[in-house]
Structures are given as C-alpha cells and as structure tokens.
C-alpha cells in the first residue's frame, strides 16, 4: 500500500521552486512518491503560449530524475482536450493497486480558486487535497471553499495543509529571463537549463 502525492501543472518550465515545494509536501504529508503530471492543456492557461509538450516533458524528466521519489505520468499529455484534474484523478486511480491512496498537492492559492474548476464539488469529494499553505495565502479564510464544498471538505484541506517557505521563483519570470537575456542559472536544475538553452526555448515573446 503507497501514498502518492499527484502534482501537476504545465511545467512551463519546471523550476527549482517546483521540486522543492514537492520534496516539502512529499516528506511532511509521508507520501512515498510524487507523480508529476505535466498538463497539455491546462483549462486556465488555453490562451497562453506553451512550449511543446514534448519538451516540457523532458525537462521534468531531466528535474526529477535524482530523486527516486519523484516520478512522472503523461496522463494528460495523452488525453485529447483540457486537462481536467477530476478526470486525471480517475484515471490514475483505476491504475492504481489495491490499497494504494491518491491525494491531490495543490498551492494553497488554487485552493481558492477550486470552486471554480470543472466539476469541482465531484474532485474533492473523491480526493484528499493537500494544500501547500505558504506566506501570503492564509488558510483560515475558506469562506468561498467552504459556501462551494461544505465544512467537512474544509476541515479536511487544512487538517491535510503542510507548510511551505515562500519562494520567489516563477515559471513566468524564468521566461521572461530568457526572453531578455538574464540568467536562469539555480532557478532551474543544471540539466533543464542546459536543454533549454539548447533547444532555443522561450526565446519569442508570449501572445
């Protein structure tokens, strides 16, 4: 029986802040694995320039690849359309052996924001969430969580909640790095910058 941790986002590129919120939550949580989902098409981000999926696949593969405890599924890089969590979490769990639990790692930020997600009230109530509660994002005020899934699934998510160091260091600003010629080195794993400098990554500017 295995507790493992579903951590997923574009990944566009995975950082240092990726790896080390994950290793937090994995440890904290005593989880004992970490599946990175890279997303093909994240429903908030549509209208957003990705790298290929591809490549920001192999950059996550290259980001986890020392740590045994991490490992990657291209669940919804394989799945035509948005990459709805809820339909990820029933995948995966049909995949899963008997007696193995799955519990969704999500920033305490998205927590907010769940009520929104597609088919929400049916995502948490089929799985644990594990928010990664940091500086700035307060975990006591759920109001909009709790009118949208009850008491009950509050109680759960900040029972669940681990906490996480604040740290600066964003997909965004790591293209936008590239894009003007700044350096991204320790932002990203030695390998994930090399293959980005490599490949000609993130040089054109973003729609």
Known sequence: MANIGLFGGSFNPVHMGH?????IARTEAKLDQMLFVPAKE???KIMRRLAPAEDRLRMTELAVEDNDYFQISEIELKREGPSYTLLTVRELRDRLE????????VGADSV????DWWHAKELVREIPIIALRRPG???GNLEKVRAEFGDEAVEQI???AV???????????????IRTGRTIRY???DKVRAFILENQLYKEAEI
């Open 163 to 177: 906490e996480t160091p604040l740290l600066q260091i964003s997909s965004t600003d790591i293209r936008k790095r």
């Open 98 to 105: 008997t007696g193995d639990n799955l519990f969704l790692v």
């Open 19 to 23: 790896l080390i919120l994950a290793e």
């Open 112 to 115: 907010h924001e769940m009520p």
């Open 187 to 189: 932002l990203v794993p």
């Open 42 to 44: 994240p429903p908030h």
């Open 158 to 160: 900040q029972e669940l």
């Open 137 to 139: 994002y307060p975990m």
